[in-house]
């Protein structure tokens, strides 16, 4: 039940100074922030983390996904708490901005759409990443973090040293 979820704070949060505000929210939901480091990934990394956006959303979308993640440095954390995964997907809610629902971190702090990033042609800047189901949750954790830079520590309200 206790599980850890990749979160990213992708190139338009860090560039937006949002990386506070956001991780704030996860700190204020009660989860346990047990790895976290800036890093400029190249496209082929890219296309290691995204390794099945072609298949899922066409070869276009990795494009400019891949332009989009490699703009700038990501903030990558490993999030843990019961029921991560699903419990951080909700926190960071649907894809799309524009109908994501407010008091989500993607309704509260943009709002851009399918459309307008197919006319532009560039993503969805949606600011953040959260792994999908349990089972990619290890993968990217794996991916984006050496064993040595996960820490197992013991919150205040764990150990009630106030
Ligand atoms: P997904 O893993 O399906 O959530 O897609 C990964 C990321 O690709 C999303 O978080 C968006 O940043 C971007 N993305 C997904 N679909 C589109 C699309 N149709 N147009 C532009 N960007 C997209």
Known sequence: MIERSLVLLKPDAVKRGLMGKIL????????????????????????????????RRGEKVLKVLLNFMTQGPVMALCVEGINAVENIRKIVGGTEPK???????????????????????????????????VEEAKVEVALWFKESELHSYKTAYETHTF
């Open 24 to 55: 704030t929210r996860f700190e204020d939901a009660g989860f346990k922030i047990v790895g976290a480091k800036m890093t400029w990934i190249d496209k082929d990394f890219g296309k290691r983390h995204y390794a099945d956006i072609a298949e």
């Open 99 to 133: 109908s994501a629902l407010p008091g989500t971190i993607r309704g509260d702090f943009a709002h851009i759409s399918f459309a307008y990033a197919d006319k532009e042609n560039k993503a969805i800047e949606n600011l953040i990443h959260a792994s999908g189901n």
